[in-house]
């Protein structure tokens, strides 16, 4: 049977979480006890049915399997290990006699209970969306356990759209995974791909059997050099999988065609990535060609396949140069494929759903961005003229090219985009501007200001968010509270967290930061530059949804930020307290960036801003500041070759922010859920007094990391994973932060939470740092 022919005009995958979030209010009732597993199971039927249907409305085709389906109620790669009944050991009681979760199950290995941890979390490549990481072992029993990617298909096809289901490529999956503590040393999970294989084939049956024509299959891990697994073992691995996937199924009779997805990255290297793929049987392959370049050609066994053209970038949200866009499509002639039709760089679920979801009238937004934007449902629209061009002709769709032509024009042409004075400041730093005095000359300075105890106790920043304190913030945006007042009620609550940290026995005290709905959004709030959405809502882990800034223009601070909320702090107690600062590479990875010049100049014109904010915080007497830099290794390129030039402009920032203020001033930074171990360098480059890093999940792993690399400045390893509900033992935490004095000299080491408690109920908060406080007393006690 031959293949089907691939729609002209598809994207790699939708916002899955709703256009109100209702998949994360409805996931969230589950979890609260408020309703039960098949009202959410009805709200997500809903949501996704209205998802196909809206793609359909917005251009797609419906019957071609143009429309992805690739939804989760969690996270793409936990489906994955649902899909294998690939479950740790510790949760082995949560599964049936065929390996499957039921709903509470799933949610428990992605969020843990009593003593059990969750599965692991990072960074899904280069983006701020996160996955959890797979544990496998030699023993990992494989098995069709879940057939809900089918069931999903079915629910679509009965609605009237015959959807492509997207699934976490078997390479990839196995690639990303971490070998289990009850592994044998030097197992990699790769090695396993032998047993994973039957499970996708049972799946691709089964997806056939249903009338699937398309099956989606990402391998990112083709793009990257930073994962652990060499890139020859990657290549080898893919060549495998897609023989016993491909070459061994009849397309149509036992399996769909495959399209396979290569986002984030050009599949060019140190290994060709494309011409690996076009020496399989897949029958279509997906370049992103925002990231990646267009590749030079002929590329042998192309002639039979369709080549996506990922033009329409997934992962941004500026509105395309159509004209621009389809040159790069028609660029690809050279290539040989049988076939090139337009898709997107990456899924959209790295992007808002809809620009008109605005209230362009309030004047809350500048209501020119309105026409420079483009969220996941215009990137659709963007697509299907696109399609229209290559199958109608450039003319069918001139006014839509112009308008898009007119629109980048108006975006580079307004005020604001270019600042002059912004411009002269950072061209003129020196080397100077970058550097501060010897690391031991500050520390000795700092220890005589501030005279902390061995292992001194604080946390990241953040307290819970209380709902009053939302309601408080919310009438204020309103104009239903005045302002005032609201700082009143700000100032309650920080009375109230200085408090509890004394009575608890923290060393430094932080604010609890009351006043900010998001660490990146509160500081774009107050900067020129930015502009902030009431809807653009975007899935970063699970439930939890942020709404990006928009960062369009030159960057300056018109006024103080924090300094009267840390100077308040100040007078409450007579303990250090740390001013809590978000840095210049996070506030870039944790926005939507302007895409027309370099990301290290604005890097440092966010650091120029910062560092006048740090100039006022230790004028008003804060003797501790915090830089937190949690996305420094997540904006990390892919590609080896590229990594350098990131790096040099990454760090510079941070010191360029950081680097004005005297040595009995402590610089704090904070980094959190990335495999860290390949930027210890940078790390040790940002100079920070103090740094912070998630390790309790991996259970102190980046640790002797540090030590080896001979990391010599003071290292809070976290030793209480906040993105879990559960409170950790006073004997849990003594054992980490006894690994942890174990590597590190204990005279450097800080003892912290992983992260921020933001999206903790106080209860658990509590009696977690209560925990933590005596944990440190004991291993105190020990080292005497």
């Known amino acids: 049977m031959s293949a ?45 049915v209205a998802a196909a249907k809206r793609l359909v409305d917005l251009g797609l085709d419906a019957s071609s399997g143009a429309v992805p389906g690739s939804f989760s109620y969690y996270d793409q790669v936990l489906d994955v290990v649902a899909l294998l009944g690939a479950v740790p050991s510790r949760f082995a009681s949560l599964t049936d006699e065929k390996g499957a979760l039921d709903l509470a199950g799933y949610f428990t290995v992605a969020r843990g209970a009593g003593e059990d941890a969750p599965l692991e979390m990072t960074k899904w490549f280069d983006t701020n969306y996160h996955y959890l990481v797979p544990e496998i072992s030699e023993s990992t029993p494989f098995r069709f356990a879940d057939d809900r990617i089918v069931r999903q298909f079915v629910e679509a096809k009965d609605a009237g759209v015959v959807t492509r289901p997207v699934v976490v490529g078997p390479v990839t999956f196995l690639a990303l995974s971490k070998a289990a503590d009850d ?7 790769l090695s396993r791909l032998a047993d994973v294989l039957p499970v996708y084939v049972e799946l691709l049956r089964a997806l056939a059997a249903a009338g699937a024509p398309w099956v989606q299959l990402d391998e ?3 793009v990257s050099d930073s994962i652990d697994v060499p890139a020859a073992e990657v290549h080898a691995a893919v060549t495998e999988a897609y023989r016993v996937l491909a070459s061994e199924l009849a397309v149509g009779s036992e399996r769909p065609a495959i399209l396979v997805g290569a986002p984030f990255g050009g599949l060019q290297g140190e290994h060709d990535g494309l011409a690996l793929l076009a020496a399989t049987d ?18 042998a066994g192309l002639a039979d ?19 621009a866009k389809l040159a790069l499509v028609e660029g690809l002639s050279g290539l040989g494929a049988g076939a090139v039709t337009v898709g997107t760089s990456t899924s959209l679920l790295h992007v808002p759903h809809d620009v008109e979801d605005e209230d362009w009238t309030t004047g809350a937004i500048d209501v020119r961005l309105r026409d420079w934007l483009a969220f996941a449902d215009q990137k659709v629209g963007e697509v299907a003229v696109l399609a ?25 042409e307004a005020s604001g985009v270019v600042v002059p004075a912004v411009r002269e400041r950072a061209a003129a730093l020196t080397e100077g501007d970058f550097s501060r005095g010897d690391y031991a ?20 920043g953040s307290f819970p968010q209380t709902p009053e304190i939302r309601r408080a913030r919310a009438l204020n945006v309103k104009g239903e509270l005045s302002d005032a007042d609201y700082t009143t009620a700000m100032q309650d609550e920080i009375r109230r967290v200085v408090e509890l940290q004394e009575q608890i026995g923290l060393d430094v005290l932080v604010h609890g930061e009351p006043e900010r709905n998001d660490m990146v959004q509160y500081f774009a709030e107050n900067l ?3 502009a902030v959405t009431a809807n653009g809502w975007v899935q970063s882990y699970g439930s939890r949804c942020v709404r990006p800034p928009i960062l369009w223009g030159d960057v300056t601070r018109p006024a103080p930020i924090t300094v009267d909320w840390s100077t308040f702090t100040a007078s409450l107690t007579e303990k250090p307290v740390k001013g809590m600062l978000t840095g210049p590479v996070t506030i870039l990875a944790w926005s939507f960036v302007r895409d027309d010049q370099p990301l290290g100049d604005t890097a440092n014109q966010v650091g120029l801003a910062l560092r006048d904010e740090i100039a006022d915080l230790e004028a008003a007497g804060i003797g501790i500041i915090q830089v937190d830099e949690p996305a420094l290794r997540e904006l990390l390129p892919l590609r080896r070759a590229d990594q350098a030039a990131y790096l040099d402009w990454s760090v510079s920032s941070f010191r360029l922010a950081t680097a004005g203020v005297v040595a009995e001033t402590q610089i704090h930074t904070h980094l959190c859920y990335s495999e860290f171990g390949e930027v210890i360098g940078a790390i040790d480059g940002l100079d920070a007094d103090v740094t912070s890093v998630e390790a309790a999940r991996s259970r102190m792993e980046i640790v002797p990391e540090l030590a080896e690399a001979g990391y010599a400045r003071g290292i809070g390893p976290g030793v209480y994973d906040i993105h879990s509900p559960r409170v950790p033992s006073t004997e849990e935490v003594t054992d980490l932060l006894e690994l942890a004095v174990k590597s590190i000299d204990p005279r450097l080491v800080w003892v912290n939470p992983d992260c921020g408690l933001k999206t903790r109920r106080y209860e658990e908060t509590v009696a977690s740092l209560e925990n933590l406080v005596s944990a440190t007393n004991a291993v105190r006690a020990q080292l005497g």
């Open 4 to 48: 089907p022919t691939f729609p002209s005009g598809s994207v790699l995958g939708y916002p899955r979480i709703g256009p109100r979030r209702e998949l994360k209010k409805a996931v969230e009732s589950f979890w609260a006890g408020r309703t039960a597993a098949d009202e959410l199971e009805a709200t997500a039927s809903a949501l996704r």
């Open 183 to 189: 592994s044998a040393p030097g197992f990699s999970p």
């Open 220 to 222: 990112p891990a083709l």
């Open 282 to 299: 897949v029958e279509a392959i997906s370049l992103d060609l925002v990231k990646g370049a267009v590749p030079a050609g002929p590329v």
């Open 305 to 323: 396949k369709t080549v996506v053209a990922g033009v329409v970038d997934g992962h941004n949200v500026w509105r395309a140069d159509l004209a």
């Open 388 to 412: 229209r061009a290559l199958t109608e002709g450039r003319d069918a769709v001139g006014a839509e090219i112009e308008a898009s032509r007119a629109a980048v024009a108006s975006r580079a």
């Open 441 to 460: 000359e500050r520390a000795a300075a700092q220890q005589a200001t501030l005279n902390l105890p061995l292992l001194p106790t604080t946390t990241i």
């Open 528 to 530: 020129d530059g930015f």
